[in-house]
């Protein structure tokens, strides 16, 4: 009898001794978009910092071996991960909703090859969605998975009798047991720091790489969760409230980080500027420790002090990163964004005056928006002058309310998002836009907002700057011309 089936039945079996052997050989894999071919359109990436925190935990309690393979980043296919996956009994995919589909497929096919391996899966979708890949895999992780997969895992290498586990919904014979949610770590600092060391530096960078070497960019978070509610946003569902690490164990983190290589920090918090008392003594210790290093993070629209913002400067912070959405007020207001247009211009500025460049994103495809309305928004972003924009289509996920709302105006023209990317068609259309208008207005703000002659020499100083010709160019082409939704008009 297998180790797995010794989990999927309920005989007593009780050794506290972790059974660790040559054949359990464990592996945690970042999926690509799509099942027969990668599809990462875009040539910069940021790591599955969800999996290096995994890894970290279960090298940390369980004392045992954990590889990750992003094939995302590395652009592999379901035929060549599962060449990479050969050699391995236990393994566990992270899922956000467009990957969901490829990730069942996958686990099936694993699972009908070899039926002793033990296949779980973790991750956004699975958090909003705990059915849909709980029948394909053995185990399924809702919520944060460091404490939930070390009990599995112990379980299960121990020959499995508790079925008991806050945060997993675990397959037992084709029987679905599903446990009660755990509850949020509410210390962050005790866990143990993402393992960067089980990806390959070389896979990930930023647009721009401000002058530090390339490829040396990596993500790092200092809190969990978000303070608002935005619509079409799944943060409170995924982390609850707000959590935050003390600065102390993000100095730690960014030292070890520094030692590792690494010049360039992407603080993927949802938004580090919130809690501005925590972020003056972020900045402080930066200082105060000389630690060299250039970050980014990202933003709300808000009103912030001048004293602020030069010390983000100088402890390093060169980029952030802000949600626009829009400069209509009444679409805002339908997405519960609590921004208010009369400031975006001036937020904006603000930053890029204290020499701290904007990355602002617009969604195309709010409920109130309009043709007109967004050429506006366009217009007025182009005058706020952001360094850099990107128009990303509305994205209805289930598990937020814009999904809810959409599908019962029965606006919604597909409710299966596998493979969607980045600049696919949109799944929708909205009461005052046809999906065929929403495609035309998002070329039309790509090509309003590149081709100026300001924003052409901008980036061919930047590309000169930074030494970057390849990326910025490549990058360029991407958006204009090689995105297929942004051709189908
Ligand atoms: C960085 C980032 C990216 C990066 C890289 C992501 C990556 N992992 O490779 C880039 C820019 C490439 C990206 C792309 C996209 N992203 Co993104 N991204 C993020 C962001 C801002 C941070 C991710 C992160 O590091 N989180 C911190 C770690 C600790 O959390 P985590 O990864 O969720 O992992 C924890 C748990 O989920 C769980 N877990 C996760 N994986 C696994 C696996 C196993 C086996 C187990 C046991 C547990 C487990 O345990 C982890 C530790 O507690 C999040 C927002 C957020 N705050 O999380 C959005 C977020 C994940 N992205 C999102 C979206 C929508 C996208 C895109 C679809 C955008 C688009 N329109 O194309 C694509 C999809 C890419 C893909 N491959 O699927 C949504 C996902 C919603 C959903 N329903 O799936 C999020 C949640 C944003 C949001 N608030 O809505 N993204
Ligand atoms: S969009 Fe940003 S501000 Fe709004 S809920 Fe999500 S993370 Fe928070």
Not at 74 to 99: D, H, M, Q
Not at 382 to 396: E, G, R, S, W
Request: charged share 20%.
């Amino acid at each position: 009898m297998t180790r797995h089936e010794r989990f999927a039945n309920t005989y007593a079996h009780t050794t506290t001794k972790i059974l660790i052997s040559m054949k359990n050989k464990i592996i945690l894999v970042n999926p690509p978009y799509q099942y027969f071919s990668a599809k990462n359109q875009l040539n910069y990436n940021r790591p599955p910092l969800g999996l290096l925190y995994i890894a970290a935990s279960l090298e940390k309690n369980l004392k045992i071996n954990v590889d990750v393979l992003d094939a995302y980043a590395e652009n592999l296919s379901a035929a060549e991960i599962k060449a990479r996956l050969k050699n391995y009994n236990i393994i566990g995919f992270s899922v956000t909703t467009p990957t969901a589909e490829t990730v069942k497929i996958i686990c099936q096919e694993i699972k009908r090859e070899n039926k002793s391996a033990f296949v779980f899966v973790g991750g956004p979708h699975i958090t909003l969605c705990p059915q849909s890949l709980a029948a394909a895999a053995d185990c399924s992780i809702i919520g944060e998975g460091e404490i939930t997969i070390c009990a599995v895992l112990k379980n299960y290498l121990q020959g499995g009798t508790n079925y008991n586990i806050s945060g997993a919904f675990l397959n037992i014979n084709g029987k679905i047991i599903q446990n009660r949610p755990r509850a949020y770590c509410q210390n962050l600092d005790e866990l143990p720091f993402p393992d960067r060391t089980k990806i390959k530096m070389n896979t990930y960078n930023h647009v721009f790489n401000y002058g530090v070497a390339s490829h040396r960019f990596t993500t790092l978070l200092t809190s969990r969760g978000c303070a608002y509610n935005c619509h079409f946003c799944a943060s409170q569902k995924l982390w609850g409230t707000v959590r935050r690490r003390s600065a102390p164990n993000v100095l730690a983190e960014i030292k070890q980080a520094l030692d590792q290589g690494y010049q360039l920090i992407f603080f993927d918090d949802d938004n580090l500027l919130e809690n501005r008392k925590y972020l003056n003594e972020l900045c402080r210790h930066i200082l105060a420790e000389k630690l060299k290093f250039k970050w980014i993070c990202h933003a709300r629209i808000a009103d912030y002090p001048p004293r602020l913002l030069q010390l983000m400067r100088q402890a390093g912070c060169v980029e952030v990163q802000i949600g626009v959405e829009s400069f209509n007020q009444k679409a805002l207001n339908a997405i519960n964004k609590k921004i208010n247009v009369q400031h975006i211009s001036a937020c904006i500025k603000n930053f890029q005056k204290h020499k701290i460049n904007v990355w602002a994103t617009i969604v195309v495809g709010l409920p109130e928006d309009d043709e007109d309305s967004f050429k506006t928004t366009v217009r007025k972003l182009i005058k706020a002058d952001p360094f850099y924009a990107t128009f990303i289509m509305l994205f209805p996920f289930p598990g937020t309310q814009i999904y809810e709302q959409y599908k019962q105006q029965h606006l919604l023209e597909r409710v299966d998002y596998a493979g969607y990317s980045w600049h696919d068609a949109p799944v929708f259309h909205t009461p005052k836009l046809s999906t065929q208008q929403l495609n035309k207005l998002r070329r039309h703000a790509y090509l309003k907002f590149y081709l100026r002659p300001a924003s052409l020499l901008k980036y061919l100083f930047a590309a000169i700057k930074y030494n970057m010709y390849k990326d910025i160019f490549l990058n360029f082409v991407r958006f204009l011309y090689f995105t297929p939704a942004s051709r189908q008009d």
